[in-house]
């Protein structure tokens, strides 16, 4: 964690505006390229808090200087308060009963910390934006199958 610890360096409202922020910017950049009927139906699944919560998860930690073993139950509560914060203020309502995103493997998860990684730690906008348009394919992919026919490929999707 280095010299300073958390608290010094960042505190919740500027942390939590921060990731709140990264949200907000993907949720409408991907409204645009996957158009608002997919949005609404992927956002009633479990993959949404799984694209958000990858990307939340890397962002905290990095702003931070930690990573996700060394978080207390106060920090991981911090991380879903801002997914929910933001899914709520954008209408998005999630159905927990929709079992794909639990059988994608964490797929959506690691497309969040892919995007995050992306612009936050390699400051690479080209590549966010490529990431991005990854996401939103997979979205349209995953919306239209039964999961057992979406192919995720990762290796392609880069993110380091």
């Known amino acids: 964690m280095g ?28 409204l645009t390229k996957v158009g608002e009927k997919d949005i609404e139906v992927f956002s009633r699944s479990l993959g949404i808090r799984q694209l958000f919560f990858g990307h939340v998860l890397s962002t905290y930690t990095y702003l931070v200087d930690t990573t996700l073993s060394e978080m207390d139950s106060s920090e991981n509560d911090f991380i879903w308060d801002v997914i929910d914060g933001v899914m709520l203020s954008e209408g998005m309502e999630w159905d927990n009963t929709d079992p794909r995103p639990i059988e994608d493997g964490g797929n959506f998860s690691m497309q969040g910390n892919h995007i995050s990684n992306s612009l936050i730690m390699y400051k690479d906008p080209i590549e966010w ?12 992919e995953f919306n239209s199958s039964n999961f057992q026919t979406c192919n995720f ?3 392609k999707y880069s993110g380091g």
């Open 153 to 155: 490929d990762l290796l």
């Open 3 to 30: 010299f300073f610890g958390k608290k010094k360096r960042n505190n919740d409202a500027e942390l939590r505006e921060k990731c709140a922020d990264g949200l907000y910017a993907i949720h409408k950049i991907l």
């Open 129 to 140: 934006m490529r990431n991005l348009e990854m996401t939103a394919k997979h979205i349209k």
